[in-house]
């Protein structure tokens, strides 16, 4: 079945660039579908960062478009997120889910398959 | 920006039936399909529902999904609960300015 894996450092110092990676296993990202990142501060609720399709086109949360980056690398079958200039406003629970993206009036954009998440800490 | 608005919180007995809301800030919710995340302590959300109102595998019917368009909301309704149901519910979905929105989430205490 679909696994995907969250994986990169748990703690990061403000002001540097938060790094992480999302291995998918049981399905190659090649085929298609979305893939996208999503956070939860401590206690908060879900924050979607932005997402991108195998092609490699991107979209951000406009609030922190500016800070992020995403990448695919197909060979390695994984996807990155990069968020610069963190703060500890960006401690959270990270996810990197499948996105299900379809409909040509209605549209439905869905998180259909999770990591289990990696919290990262932004702390000196 | 279009935001959905749910309860902080529900709590219902054992056996019982709940529903949360989920409000759309402007537009009509039924503009686009509407899912609803479970996400137990400590665990990844999962999909209870998509597309409004249909269930994944494994799912088991006692969870339901409705939109009214009267009310701009959407409703996740969960009968014969269980203590195991006992989780945050987020609903989501689509905007056309910023792709994606998340309900601010419900917790349901099964007491």
């Known amino acids: 079945q679909v696994q995907l894996q969250e994986s990169g450092p748990g703690l990061v110092k403000p002001s540097e660039t938060l790094s992480l990676t999302c291995a998918v296993s049981?399905?190659?990202?090649?085929?298609?579908?979305?893939w996208g990142w999503i956070r939860q501060p401590p206690g908060k609720g879900l924050e979607w960062i932005g997402s991108i399709y195998h092609s490699g086109s991107t979209y951000y949360n406009p609030s922190l478009k500016s800070r992020v980056t995403i990448s695919v690398d197909t060979s390695k079958n994984q996807f990155s997120l990069k968020l610069s200039s963190v703060t500890a406003a960006d401690t959270a629970v990270y996810y990197c889910?499948?996105?299900?993206?379809?409909?040509?009036?209605?549209?439905?954009?869905?998180?259909?398959?999770w990591g289990q998440g990696t919290m990262v800490t932004v702390s000196s | 920006n279009f935001m959905l608005t749910q309860p902080h919180s529900v709590s219902e007995s054992p056996g019982k039936t709940v529903t949360i809301s989920c409000t759309g800030s402007?537009?009509?919710?039924?503009?686009?399909?509407v899912q609803w995340y479970q996400q137990r302590p400590g665990s990844a959300p999962t999909t209870v529902i998509y597309e409004d109102n249909q269930r994944p595998s494994g799912v088991p019917d006692r969870f339901s999904g409705s939109i009214d368009s009267s009310s701009n909301s959407a409703s996740l309704t969960i009968s014969g609960l269980k203590t195991e149901d006992e989780a945050d519910y987020y609903c989501q979905s689509y905007d056309s300015s910023t792709l994606v929105v998340f309900g601010g989430g419900t917790k349901l205490t099964v007491l």
């Open positions: 049981g399905y190659s990202i090649s085929s298609g579908y979305y």
């Open positions: 889910a499948r996105v299900d993206y379809y409909g040509s009036g209605s549209k439905v954009y869905a998180f259909d398959i």
């Open positions: 402007s537009g009509s919710i039924a503009s686009n399909y």
